[in-house]
């Protein structure tokens, strides 16, 4: 059982407040939106046209993606694994996988035209379709499963190519008025950004037409569906490296652009860009507020100062210059980088006291499952993705992430009782090791591919 948290020496009392709250229901997650699909027992006799080694090509927009440790894993299991995308990286075959890539081409409709997303979409499929067919009629390659991210058109034209393949779409969200808070001073919200987001829907909605099998990683992301949708949908965790992503009580942040002697507190936080969806904003208010309060710990920061989810800013804007103007923070203790090399990264988390993860309701990071992982102290966004993995006070710790007093208290505890925090920190590992350590989902994820196989396609 987690310990009742103290309150922080100079502070209001803090584990009062949040059992009131949590007795109110303030801190709690919405009841899970769905139950993850039991997967099927496989059939004793498995019919396959490439028997002896089953043959999968993932299909992405950009690069191998959430497929890139499956893929290599079911490679070492003896499976033939392709990999297609339209990335323009320089990596080649590797980790026993083929890389194929496709022509993505511009779309003529400036991207601020709703009829942008569309033909986005049409000319992804047509780039994608124009490889398959390449592999199909020139090197007479047939896969018995495709496997794509949809959303972006990519995996549209896999049953025109291979009618006889089974076809699994990838799905992360689905765009509804419920996604996230509207109105919020960062996130303004016009009429035209809702058409936008019907558009978005139409070419994830096509694949409920051609896909076989329907996979999505979380609860919370697949409760954005329609009923009608989400009903055919299977939730399977991506599934985590729980022996790479561990900890390490001996991690000690001590590269070429920031050294934190050993024993000094240690706050983290880690996202793909700067932006509001991820609560950057708010975090960086709570730093200030603590950073007013104390001199004993240091803040470090990965994330590139761009946007990749929601409104682009102007040239020559960003959430780090924009805060920079309205903060008063101590930048001797604040130490910011891009997104550093994953082992790198991996130290970074390792070493922190208490990690921070915000989000508006929105797909979830892999970045919050690798922390708690790694028994990171994750301090965590009251909202619905972030409840799916983490009982606050039991495995982590919840807050309101917009209020910036409430945070910074929460990493104030974090900071002054270390010992209490011990419990959370092994609750956190234990719960991903039972939930999402690849070591188990994978194996699961292959056993249901193969009875795939064995059933005739849509």
């Known amino acids: 059982m987690a310990p009742a948290r103290a309150a922080a020496p100079g502070h209001r009392g803090l584990a009062a407040d949040r059992q009131i709250r949590r ?183 096509a694949e409920f037409d051609l896909a076989d099998a329907h996979w999505c990683p979380t609860r919370f992301q697949a409760s954005r569906f329609p009923p009608a949708l989400r009903d055919r949908m299977t939730v399977l965790a991506d599934g985590v490296d729980c022996a790479l992503h561990r900890p390490d009580p001996d991690a000690r942040i001590d590269f070429d652009w920031v050294g934190i002697p050993r024993g000094q507190p240690i706050l983290t936080y880690a996202t793909r860009g700067m932006e509001p969806l991820r609560g950057f904003p708010q975090f960086l208010r709570a730093i200030e507020r603590l950073q007013r309060e104390r001199q004993d710990f240091h803040t470090v920061i990965l994330a590139n100062d761009a946007v990749s989810y929601g409104s682009r800013l102007p040239a020559g804007d960003s959430w780090w210059l924009r805060m920079m103007d309205q903060l008063d923070l101590d930048h001797r203790r604040l130490h910011v980088n891009a997104m550093r090399p994953r082992a790198e990264y991996a130290t970074v988390l390792q070493a922190s006291t208490a990690h921070v993860y915000f989000t508006e309701p929105f797909v979830t990071s892999w970045s919050l499952s690798e922390a708690l992982a790694m028994g990171c102290l994750v301090v965590g966004s009251n909202t619905a993705p972030v409840h799916e993995m983490i009982a606050d006070m039991e495995n982590g710790l919840i807050v309101d992430m917009d209020d910036a007093d409430e945070v910074a208290e929460t990493l104030a505890w974090a900071i002054d009782t270390p010992d209490q925090a011990q419990a959370l920190r092994r609750a956190a590992r234990d719960r991903i090791l039972a939930e999402q350590d690849a070591r188990h989902v994978f194996p699961a994820k292959e056993a249901l591919l193969r009875s795939m196989l064995a059933v005739p396609p849509h």
Not at 25 to 40: D, H, I, R, V, Y
Not at 159 to 176: G, N, S
Request: glycine share 10%; hydrophobic share 40%.
């Open 23 to 205: 007795a109110a229901g303030a801190m709690t997650g919405p009841a899970a939106p769905m139950p993850s699909a039991p997967l099927p027992t496989v059939p004793a006799a498995t019919e396959v046209r490439h028997a002896s080694r089953p043959r999968i090509l993932f299909l992405h927009l950009t690069g191998q993606g959430q497929f890139q440790f499956l893929g290599k894993w079911l490679a070492e299991q003896g499976w033939d694994v392709t990999f297609a995308h339209g990335g323009v990286d320089s990596i080649e075959d590797a980790d026993g996988c083929r890389i194929r890539r496709f022509r993505l081409r511009d779309t003529a409709i400036p991207r601020g035209d709703y009829r942008h997303i569309l033909d986005h979409a049409a000319q992804n499929c047509r780039g994608a379709t124009e490889l398959m067919s390449r592999m199909r009629h020139a090197e007479g390659y047939v896969p018995d499963i495709v496997m794509a991210h949809v959303g972006w058109g990519v995996g549209l034209g896999v049953k025109l190519v291979w009618p006889d393949c089974r076809y699994i779409a990838y799905h992360e969200w689905y765009y509804t008025d419920r996604n996230w808070d509207k109105g919020r001073a960062e996130r303004p919200v016009e009429v035209m950004d809702q058409v936008a987001d019907r558009m978005r829907n139409l070419p994830i909605a």
